[in-house]
């Protein structure tokens, strides 16, 4: 087990010493109550995830927000692996930007791991003075101590891929990252790689389009993202729009955690592909289709063809597999990435969605399964949903997944989800050969909670992790 270097910065000083580091005791997830019916602020929970403590599995606090409907959604801290070396840095704070309200709270977990308390609202009107960018979605903690938030819009919802800079002790906003002028069209997440001076940025929509669910006919009409925009580090500019063949709504990003590696993989949502893009020898960008999951011809669902829909996707640190949740057809796969050109498949395990066994969903061909896979029931609960936010361990043995993916798209696609609650799962992982089983002593009932069921989303560890942390 790597020890702590008391003469360091926060996080590991490279992926491989992050790989020794303490197994996982609580995990931080936020939970939505918006389009829920229940009128109640989303909140932090805080899970034990610690076999030998008396409260394994459970939620041990909730830290309600002081706003109704903000939509919380992902995550990121004040300082990481990307600050090793500055032993003025400690990981204490939860940054936690809200897609749907444009807030940005920040929380001290720092004081009591166990018991998060609320430092510091960003409210909307500060954002939108300062930088005229709204909606929120990943947060990435910068080698300069500041804190970088990406946008899907501006204050109004219209399309704009903007980044928010905060100052990493007082988070003040200090204005945009980019130049001005020079967002790009539309936004969603991001992924930096300094050795090679770029940033690689995707887009989802305008939060005009999907802030109250999925139309299909906006997909005809070219208002969801198929690009990819690559960034001069530096300069804070674009360089190069990349167009994704097969490559409709590019959401989570992932460089191999390797600082020197020039390449990397985004999931491809409705086209349900997985994109490898990398560097070119002349320094411009360019990308692949490297897995394509196919459609399912079905009777009873909104299309006659139902796509996967990769909606999060995951590296070990070694960057030996690639994992990623399929949150309609219900599967989470795992590919042996060790040749990024050839990803194989090791591990598939279906958790659930839309087209189990007995539910409202014929599938009528379909290019991968025999038959349709049976209804998930953990410990007496049948889980609704898909899987959907995945997160693994440290040391690349266990994942964790929960099953809501928008409180919007949750309630079109899955009502059952706002009835039920989601749940969070573990996943056990084979590192040697590959393969994955589920833990069946393990579930995070979140239809239990005090207030109602609640969708319970991404996962986070205090001391970093595979889609928190960059290496410089």
């Known amino acids: 087990m790597a020890t702590k270097c008391a003469e360091c910065g926060p996080g590991y000083s490279t992926p491989l010493e992050a790989m020794k580091g303490p197994r996982e005791e609580i995990i931080y997830l936020p939970c939505i109550y918006r389009n829920t019916g229940i009128e109640a602020p989303d909140y932090l929970a805080t899970v034990d995830v610690d076999p030998k403590s008396p409260q394994y599995c459970q939620v041990i606090h909730r830290l309600p927000m002081p706003h109704l409907k903000d939509e919380l959604h992902h995550s990121g801290w004040n300082t ?6 500055d032993i003025t840095k400690a990981r204490t704070k939860l940054v936690l930007p809200a897609l749907i309200s444009s807030r940005i709270y920040v929380v001290d977990v720092g004081t009591e791991p166990r018991a998060p308390k609320l430092h510091k609202v960003i409210e909307p009107k500060d954002i939108h003075t300062k930088c005229n960018l709204g909606f929120f979605h990943t947060s990435h903690c910068l080698p300069s101590g500041e804190v970088m938030v990406s946008t899907l819009g501006d204050p109004e919802g219209n399309g704009k891929g903007g980044f928010v800079l905060l100052d990493g002790k007082t988070f003040e906003v200090k204005g945009t990252w980019e130049q001005p002028g020079g967002a790009a069209p539309l936004g969603y997440d991001f992924w930096y790689q300094p050795r ?38 530096q300069r804070r500019e674009i360089v190069q729009t990349l167009p994704l063949q097969d490559g409709l709504i590019p959401l989570e990003i992932r460089f191999l955690h390797n600082p020197d590696a020039a390449q990397g993989f985004v999931g491809c949502a409705l086209s349900s592909t997985i994109q490898r893009f990398f560097k070119n020898e002349d320094g411009t960008w360019s990308a692949q289709k490297v897995i394509q999951v196919p459609p399912k011809k079905v009777k009873g669902w909104m299309l006659p063809e139902m796509p996967g ?11 030996h597999f690639l994992y990623f ?18 990803p194989r498949l090791t591990g598939q395990l279906f958790l659930g969605g839309s087209i189990v066994k007995d539910g409202p969903v014929q599938v009528l061909d379909d290019q991968e399964l025999d038959s349709q896979p049976e209804p998930l029931v953990v410990k007496g609960k049948q889980v609704a949903g898909g899987p959907q936010m995945i997160q693994l361990s440290l040391d690349g043995k266990r994942l964790y997944v929960t099953t809501s993916l928008y409180s919007a798209w949750d309630k079109q696609f899955y009502p059952d989800l706002i009835r039920e609650g989601s749940v969070m799962l573990q996943i056990d992982v084979d590192t040697v050969k590959g393969g994955l089983t589920l833990n069946p002593n393990f579930l995070v009932d979140f239809g239990k909670e005090p207030l109602g069921p609640a969708l319970a989303h991404e996962l986070r560890y205090p001391g970093g992790d595979c889609s928190s942390d960059i290496w410089l």
């Open 325 to 342: 949740s399929n949150w309609l057809h219900g599967d989470i796969r795992q590919y042996d990435v060790s040749d990024p050109q050839r």
């Open 80 to 85: 990481c692996s990307s600050c090793y070396g």
């Open 196 to 233: 090679h001076n770029v940033m690689i940025s995707t887009e989802w929509a305008a939060p005009n389009v999907l802030r109250d669910g999925f139309n299909p006919a906006d997909v005809k009409a070219g208002l969801y993202g198929s690009h990819l925009y690559v960034w001069d580090w």
């Open 309 to 319: 829909l990769i909606t999060d996707i995951l590296l070990s640190l070694d960057d």
